[in-house]
Structures are given as C-alpha cells and as structure tokens.
C-alpha cells in the first residue's frame, strides 16, 4: 500500500512544482543564454578579428571581416613560434603534472594515514604553502635553480633554461596544495581493504600503489585537473626561469611577448590569430574530456 | 603491519620534502632575509638595514591603496563569484522541469561556462584589454559609440578600471564554481527537495532552505580558493592596464607592487619587505578562513 | 665554487625548516649571486695591434643582445654584425633579441655572468642607476680613446657628439653609449595641412586656435597622445617649461632640489598642457596606447600628437605613402621664454653597455666601435629612419620626410637643445610623473595637486638611502 502512495504523491508534487516553477523556467532560461553570451562572445569576437586585416580591427568592432585573412595565422605560427611553444608547454605539463601526482600522493598518503613524530609538522609545512605568495621568492628562486644547474652529471639537466629544472619547479610549487587536498582525501577512505591486504602480507609500498591509489581515484582525477590547469596558465615562473633561450619558451610567454610586440611592430592581426591559437587547443581538448573532467573535480572537491 | 614501516614512510617522504625545502622554503627563508637588506639584486653584498623597509612601507601610499583593492577584491569576488555561481548552479539543477531534473541543455550550459577556466589568465587579460577598448575598436563601445554616447574609459578612467579588473575576474572563475556547486547540488538527495515542495516551498525558499545549507560545506571550499585568489591577483592587473596597475595606481595590487619594486626598480630588499606583508595577509586569511568554517558537517 | 653555493643551499633549507624567523642566520644564504658572481674567472683579454686596438680575445665568443623594439634587430644583424665580422671574421657573434631585457638579463647580470654585449633599451630595460651602483658596467674610456674605425688618426671620441659622452656619464665617466639621436617635437602629416590650410603654429595662441580650427572642422581631433603611456605628454610639458624658464628648470629637477617641480616656469607648462587636454583630445585619448595613437594619426583621425624621431620608423607599416611627417617644435609660450623658438627636446639615446663582468667585454667595446664608424652610422640612419650620434653619417644617403624633419630642427635649434635625466636615473618618479600627468590630463587633477605629487615623491627619492643619487 506504502508502495502505491509515494509515487502518487511524487507525481502530484511534481505536478505542483511544474505550477509553480513554470514562469521561472522561462527566465531561467534567459539568464543561462544571457552568460552563455558573455562568455562566448568575446571569444568568438577574438576568432573574427584573428582573420581581420589591420584596417578592419582599428575599424568598427562589430564588423564582420571582408575577407578571411588567414595568413595572419600563418604570421602569428611562423614568426611567433606558437606551435613550438605549445609543443614545450605540453612536454613541461605533462611531466609537471606527473610527477606533482606522484610524490604528491605519496606524501599526503603518508600523512594521513600514518602517524610518526614530526607528522604534523611536516604536513603544516606543506600546508602553509598554499599562502605563500609566489611573487615573494622569486629571485631567491633563481639563485637555487641556477645553483642546481652547477650539480655534476644532472646539473645540466635541472638548471636554468631547462625543461627538467622548470618542471622541478613546477613539482615543487603544486605540492602544498596537492597534498592538502588529497591528504584530506586519503584520510575519508575506509581503512578495511588496506587491512585485509596487509593481513595477506602485503607491503607498504603495494598497499598504496594497488589498493589505496585506485581507490582514491576520483580525488587523484580532480587533482590532475587543477594542477593540468594552474600549469598550464603558469607565467610568473617561465618567466623567470626560461629566460634566454625562446625555443624553450611556453606558450604563455609566447602570448604574453605577442602582446608587447603589438606594441611595437603593431602587428595586431597577429596578435589575434595567436590568441586564436592559444584558446582554440585548450577548448577543443577541454571539450573532448569535459565529462571527465567535471566528474573528477567535483568529485574530489566535494569530499 | 609494522614490518618496514620507518622505511616506507621515510622513503614516501623524502623527495616531495626535498623537492619542497629546495625549491620552496629556502627560496621564501631567503627572502625573508633580503627584507631586512637593501639589496638591488645586482650587488654581491646587501647591506643589513633592519626594519628600515617596514618602516618606509608604512608610509607608502601606493601600497596601501593596492592592500586596499586586495582587500575589497577579498570580498567582492568570492561573493559575487559564489553569487553568481550558485544561481546558475541552482537554475541548472533544480531550474527544470519539475524543480528537480536540470533545466533543458544543462550539460552544454555546464561546458561552456567553463571556457574561461581553460584560458590562460595571461590570454584573457590580452583578450579582454581588446574587449575594453575606448575606441569603436572596443567591443563594449562600438555599440555606445554608435548610440551617440560618449565612450566609457573601461581601462582608463580610474573610477571604471577597478571594477573591470573585478569583471574580468569574476567572468573567469564563474564557470568553475557552476561545475563545482551543480555537483554539490547533484549530491543531495532527491527526496529533500521532494520533501520541501511538498511543504509547499517555491524556488527560491527551496534554494534557500535545502540547496544553501547541504552546500555550506562546498561554498566553504570555493570561498577559500577565492580568497587566496583575491589576494594574488596578478596578470590580469599586469597585462591588462595601462601603467601596469594604473590609470594612477587605480587598480594597482600587492602582487604588481612587489613585481614592480623588484624587477623595475630593482628594489629587492623593499619588494621582498612587501611580500613579506603579503604573506601575512594570506596566512592571516587562510587560519581565519579555518576558524570560521569548523562549522558542523550536515550528514545525510 | 659549486660545492660551497650548493651547501649553503642545504643550509639555508635546512635553517627554513627548522624555524622561519631566525632571519640574521639566514642572511648568509640571502644572494647565492655573492659567490657566483665574485669567483667567475677574469675576463679575457688579447693582444693589442692595429686592427684590434683594445685588445679583445678573438678565440672567445661575443653575446649579443638587441632590443627588438621599434628599430627592430635586422640593423644589428645585417649592418653592425657584418661589419665586425668583415675585420674579424674570426670572432665568433651570437646574436640575440628580446623585448624584455631586464626580464631576460637581469638574472644573468645577478649571476655574474652577463653577456658581452647589451642594447639595454625600451619599457623593460634595466635601471642603470643600479647597475652603475653595482660596478656591472664596463668603463667606455679605453673605447674613446681608441683608434676610430675608419681613420686610425682620428679617436673615436672626436667622431661623435659630446652629448652622447656626456649623457652616457655618471659621476664622470662614460658607461653607456646613446647611439641614436632623438629629437622631440609635435608631430604632423605635412599633406594634410597643406590640403585643409593649416599652418604650423609659431606661439602658444597660435596653436590653441589651430587646435579650435582643426576642432571646428569636426572630421579630425585636434591633438592626442600616448594616453597609456603618459610619459609622451610629460616628456612635452618639461620641454615647454625649459623653453620658459630655461635649462636649469630641467637641470634642477634632475637634481632632485627641493620645490624643482613647483617652479613657475614648469606649473604654468602643466597648465597650458591641462588646457589642451580639457579641450582638444581625440576621444578615448586615455585609454589608447602609443601604437594606436600613432595609427590614428595616419588614417587621420587625429592631426597633431608629441613624439620622438623614431615615430617615422615605427609607423611604416600603417602610415599612407603620402602621408608626408613633419615635426615642429614646441611654440613660443610667451615674450618673456627663456629659450628662443626652435628650442627642442633632444637627447641620445637607444642605450648600449658592455657588461663588466661579462667574460669578454673587450669585444663588445669593439663591437661598439664598428657602430661608430660611418657605414655602420649611415647604414643604420638608413634602414632604422633615425639620426645618430656619429658625426655627419647621414651624408650621402637619402633620408625619409619625417628624419629630413627632424634632422632639420635639429640643426636649426643649435645650442638650444634640452634634456632631462631622471627619467634614467629614478624610475619610480618617472612612473609617479607620468601617473600624475595622465590624470591632469584627463582633468582629475590640478596643476598644484600634480606638481605636488612629482615634488613628493622626489623628495621622497632624496630621503631613501638605498638609491644612489646622480647630479648633472
């Protein structure tokens, strides 16, 4: 008899609902395109004025190009290297990222799931990263990476002007809230499954590599996520420590050294098919995993 | 379950912490020692002046006045941004039909008020430096200009910049909370909000009777991303306006300020001295941030 | 030197992690650059003869860094660098180019492990005030004192205008080569004047009624500037207050002396700018940059706008071929001037160092004496559309409207040629001075409020020990 009641009175709560919501639904509507033009319009804005000539872009805003200049794309790939740069902004991120996951998760593990003296300490050290205002060590910065650069056999690899030393950086700057986030994950996870395997004679390091890492994957997911995001906007840091040597620039700098140049070749067709180029890639691959994407960081932010 | 436990924890330790002393704690220790110099950067031997640049920077007016926008961008973006975030959130969740399925097309509106998030911050500071342009080059006064209003000076005049800077900035963290909040949202069990329209609750007493306060705990979350964002705000300002923080250090910010100091005037010793007060700030924010959200977990 | 840099690396870890504010133990670790830049092995020199009088080492490499800004680095790769190579095709030149200098050199420069050679120019150049503080520059004297280029008889300080030496001075001695020279004035499209029947103004009512003309004509705005950048808009109101109260207005505020910006002479120039701007600006003035400025200028928007000589140059891409530059200089302001009409802004500039620290600067002031010498001078005057310092280079060539100009004025203006320093010596009352004048310009501020602020901040200056003070 319960069975038959719920479903009566959902049908009539959502018929009621629809009453009253209706008018709002009209309006929700509304204010949804509203910020979906917000959001899209400049950036469509910037494709059009990527195939616009000089005259047309210091002309009216809202005019459409006569012709589609593309060899405005062909100046910004040829003469601002932007394929080069997206080539090493890929190489850095994609070894930043790894290696942030991995000794990220292996010290938050640690940290919330053990307990030893100096724990806390450790893990406040890590923490109080979050607030430390980058802008703060940066020339110090230089002197260590430079100074690492002077290590026999690796030196080369880590020092200044390096992938390899930019991507330490990057490791070393994502930790703090990396470890925040998934020492607050690990923590949330039961701990039978690790039992049962340490009973079977499982070791520490397989614990966590077999049973705890899988387990803490939609955390691990989201993670990824920021630190693919924050690494890929990075600036300040490239900045200061590829500074030399333009083929080993990433694309912000790319972008950001376009922008000045506008001020000075006025080359500003350029400029905007290189803006093209740079939002263009991160929307196509952001389109294509976005369910993953959102999945995983709400996942973990949630927890 | 002790067998080798030093050891793993040990070894799990020691690179991410050596990584981190390395390239993280020395460089921060080392700058709160050149606070205390007036080092130029280029000098080999900095010379120890004590408090001599905390006593100048108490004088400084520009940077109070960027301590200023640090801290009205400390509470106008995380509230406008959650604001925002949430309506949309809620609309696209409970909006729809029946209040409890997502509105029509919620996936497409959830991936596209993500764009922005995927965009560099550098590429949208020189996107939307276009966008405000004063002339009818300028997306937003081509229309005005056409109306036969006179252009608004969105980067140029000093009572408009500020704001725009917060408009750019708000226009880029939107779409991340939307995602983050529609989850939340998607989270909480049907049946509550089955309940609450049974009792007779309309859109916005369902909003603000079940969705905010199963939520509190995420809103939290984002409030505390966004603070720290607040405070760090940097290539937006940089990129963006004239005199980098200007028209007239009318949005100037900490992090432009301390940028400034050292890499133009080469005021190593004055511009650490700033973000040494910087760091204050942002622990200062981050432990109160703590204090206040220790608030009790709704379970269900 | 590695071994020790890296323990103390350790140490200073080690310190942090043990606690935060044990701040004086830590200042050891403070500037890694300390040791780096102390123990670099001495810069290499070589044997001196006829071709290579200052003694460089040809077997070691010359590092060259170009500003890639309006003159662009074609003129250093394609005439200085060919030059060099032609008398020494041994040497081995690496040629680079940035846009950000300082970004890019300051760090090497802190490293003790600068280039040989720095073209160290534009928004983002290094503070030389600092780097002369820090003993980073090369000492030029060896180089004026050289066998020049082209005739070994002749020194190489006799070939170029006293004005570079003098300007690339501090505390007497040269450091720094101002290559190109600059001149300032109000610049126009000669064939639109003609066309509408404009003249170019001889006194200040003069121009205030060309500009209520040209206002009244409602196709064109009168007069704009680089609002972005409003050191354009300062760079002429200081012009306008030497011309009135002569060059010690100048000279004293350089100076950093007490109520130098409060001086008549210099209110009533920021008064008869405030005017201008209350009444003629383009539209949208404030927000538009140099570039944009310029290019309204050649779709003729706009008539009249202040700049320096390479505005020509700049503007190549977007300028109409019969566009036609011209320039003026500032007009009289009234009877009592100090400085007669013609008085300009000039100034060498475009900053060239050869870094001391540098493992070869030898070479890079060789590499300054091939620009000195009259191809590379006329060469560059040709490809860049700029004067130089070198004495007659441009001879023989053939040079665009807006350079004949400019050259023109030049001339013209003889000894009355102005310039002001502190721009160099102080960056932050350069950017306190253009904050404050772009807001005059705009209207909100007044001229007392604007002097004011410059005067405070330079007083501030005089008070901050950490900056090294320069006197002219």
Redesign the interface.
């Known amino acids: 008899m319960a069975d038959a009641v719920i479903p009566r009175s959902r049908a009539y709560a959502r018929e009621e609902r629809r009453r009253r919501l209706g008018p709002l639904s009209a309006l929700t509507h509304v204010a949804l395109l509203v910020w979906t033009v917000l959001v899209v319009v400049p950036i469509v804005w910037t494709f059009l004025a990527s195939v616009k000539s000089e005259d047309e872009i210091f002309g009216d805003a809202w005019s459409l190009p006569a012709t589609l200049r593309l060899d405005n794309w062909a100046r910004a790939w040829e003469q601002a290297h932007i394929g080069q740069y997206m080539v090493n902004s890929i190489v850095v991120v994609a070894f930043g990222t790894f290696g942030t996951m991995l000794f990220g998760s292996m010290a938050a593990y640690v940290l919330a799931r053990y307990r030893f003296r100096g724990n806390r300490a450790v893990y406040l050290l890590f923490v109080s990263g979050l607030a430390f205002p980058v802008y703060l060590a940066l020339t110090p910065l230089f002197f260590v990476v430079q100074n690492m650069g002077a290590i026999p056999v690796v030196g080369p690899y880590i020092g200044l002007n390096t992938h390899g030393g930019l991507v330490l950086v990057y490791i070393a700057y994502s930790l703090p809230f990396t470890v925040f986030f998934l020492a607050a994950f690990f923590r949330t996870l039961p701990g039978a499954v690790a039992e049962a395997a340490f009973v079977d004679g499982a070791s520490h390091t397989r614990v966590f590599f077999q049973v705890m890492l899988p387990m803490a994957r939609p955390g691990i997911v989201s993670v990824t996520v920021f630190n693919v995001l924050g690494q890929w906007n990075q600036y300040q840091l490239p900045l200061v420590l590829l500074t030399s040597d333009r083929e080993k620039w990433v694309l912000t700098q790319g972008i950001a050294d376009i922008s000045t140049a506008a001020g000075y070749d006025a080359d500003w067709s350029a400029l905007f098919a290189a803006l093209s180029m740079a939002i263009l890639p991160m929307l196509i691959v952001y389109t294509l995993f976005q369910s993953q994407i959102q999945k995983g960081l709400t996942a973990g932010a949630l927890k | ?1 002790n ?4 050891r ?2 040990a ?3 020691a ?3 050596a ?16 606070a ?11 010379r ?2 004590g408090l001599e640049n905390f006593r ?1 920077l108490w004088d400084d007016d520009v940077f109070w006045r960027a301590v200023g926008h640090n801290l009205v961008l400390l509470v106008l973006l995380p509230v406008l941004t959650i604001g ?1 975030a949430l ?2 959130a809620f ?2 969740n409970a ?6 399925e997502g ?3 919620s996936r497409f ?15 949208v500071a ?14 937003l ?3 005005l200009i ?1 109306l036969g209003f ?2 608004i ?6 009572d408009v910049a500020f704001w725009s800077i917060l408009a750019v900035l708000v ?1 880029q963290a ?2 991340f909370y939307v ?2 909040f ?3 949202i998607a ?1 909480i069990p049907r049946e509550l909000f ?1 309940a609450a ?2 009792d007779g609750a ?2 916005a007493r369902l909003f603000l009777r079940v969705t905010l306060p199963l939520l509190w ?2 809103v939290q ?1 984002g409030w505390v991303y966004l603070g ?1 964002a607040a ?2 705000v ?2 937006v300002v940089w ?1 963006m306006t ?2 980098h923080g ?4 009318s949005t100037t910010v ?2 432009a300020e ?3 100091t ?11 001295a700033m ?2 007060v ?2 204050f700030f ?2 200062g ?2 432990i109160l941030a703590l204090r206040l959200s220790r608030r009790e977990r709704i379970e269900f | 030197m590695t071994r020790l840099s890296r323990r103390e690396l350790l140490r200073c870890a080690a310190l942090a992690g043990l606690a935060l504010p044990a701040l004086p133990a830590l200042s050891a670790c403070a500037t890694p650059a300390g040791n780096g830049g102390a123990a670099s092995s001495a810069p290499a020199v070589g044997a001196t003869s006829a071709t290579n009088p200052l003694g460089f080492a040809e077997n070691r490499p010359l590092e060259i860094w170009i500003f890639d800004g309006g003159f662009g680095d074609a003129y250093a790769k394609d005439v200085h660098e060919r030059i060099l190579r032609t008398r020494h095709p041994k040497l081995e030149i690496r040629h680079n180019a940035t846009k950000e200098i300082a970004k890019t050199l300051q760090p090497r420069f802190a490293g003790g492990n600068p280039p040989e050679f720095v073209n160290n120019s534009g928004a983002g150049a290094m503070d030389f005030g600092a780097l002369v503080q820090d003993g980073q520059l090369a000492d030029l004297t060896p180089l004026l004192d050289a066998a020049s280029w082209d005739d070994p008889a002749v020194k190489v300080r006799d070939t170029i205008d006293p004005a570079a030496v003098e300007l690339g001075s501090y505390d007497g001695k040269p450091y720094v080569l101002n290559y190109a020279n600059t001149v300032w004035g109000i610049w126009y499209s000669r064939k639109l004047f003609e066309a509408e029947g404009w003249q170019v103004p001889r006194t200040w009512a003069d121009f205030l009624a060309l500009c209520e003309t040209i206002k009244k004509s409602g196709r064109t705005a009168p007069f704009t500037y680089a609002g972005k950048h409003p050191f354009y808009i300062y760079e002429a109101i200081l012009t306008l207050a030497a011309k009135i109260g002569g060059k010690d207005v100048l000279k004293n505020i350089d100076n950093l002396q007490e109520g130098a910006w409060k001086a008549e002479p210099v209110t009533r120039a920021a008064g008869a700018f405030a005017e201008l701007g209350a009444k003629y600006l383009l539209q949208g003035t404030a927000g538009l940059d140099h570039v944009q400025t310029q290019t309204a200028q050649n779709k003729g928007q706009v008539a009249m706008l202040p700049c320096g000589s390479w505005l020509e140059n700049e503007q190549k891409d977007s300028t109409p071929a019969d566009f036609d530059y011209a320039m003026f200089p500032l007009p009289d302001f009234g009877s009592s001037d100090a400085l007669p009409y013609g008085t300009l802004h000039a100034q060498p500039g475009e900053e060239y160092v050869v870094p001391a620290k540098s493992a070869n600067p030898r070479a890079g002031l060789e590499y300054m004496r091939a620009m000195l010498s009259k191809e590379g001078a006329g060469e560059f005057m040709e490809l860049v559309s700029t004067l130089t310092v070198v004495k007659g280079a441009g001879e023989g060539r053939a040079l665009k409207p807006g350079l004949k100009s400019a050259s023109a004025a030049l001339t013209a203006a003889g000894d009355n040629a102005v310039w002001f320093l502190f721009r160099k010596w102080y960056a932050e009352l350069h950017d306190e001075v253009a904050a404050a004048s772009g807001q005059l310009m705009s209207g909100k501020l007044s001229v007392a409020e604007w002097a004011d602020r410059a005067q405070r901040k330079a007083d501030a200056l005089k008070a901050d020990s950490s900056v090294k003070k320069f006197t002219r």
């Open positions: 379950m067998h080798g436990r030093t793993f924890v070894g799990f330790l690179v991410p912490v990584l981190y002393l390395i390239y993280v704690i020395a460089p921060y220790a080392q700058a709160f020692s050149i205390l110099t007036d080092w130029r950067g280029v000098n080999a031997s900095p120890f002046v100048r925002i309506f949309f609309l696209l909006g729809g039909r029946g209040g409890t509105v029509w097309g509106y959830r991936v596209v008020f993500f764009f922005p998030q995927v965009l560099a911050v550098a590429v020189v996107l939307f430096q276009q966008v405000f342009r004063p002339d009818r080059s300028g997306m006064n081509a229309p056409a006179e252009p000076g969105f980067l140029s005049s000093t226009w939107v779409g995602v983050l529609s989850a939340g989270s089955e329209a049974i309309g859109g705990d995420t979350v720290i405070l760090d940097f290539a990129v004239a005199e200007g028209p007239d250090h900490m992090a301390i940028y400034r050292a890499f133009q005037y080469f005021k190593f010793g004055y511009a650490s973000g040494v910087l760091f942002t622990i924010f981050a």
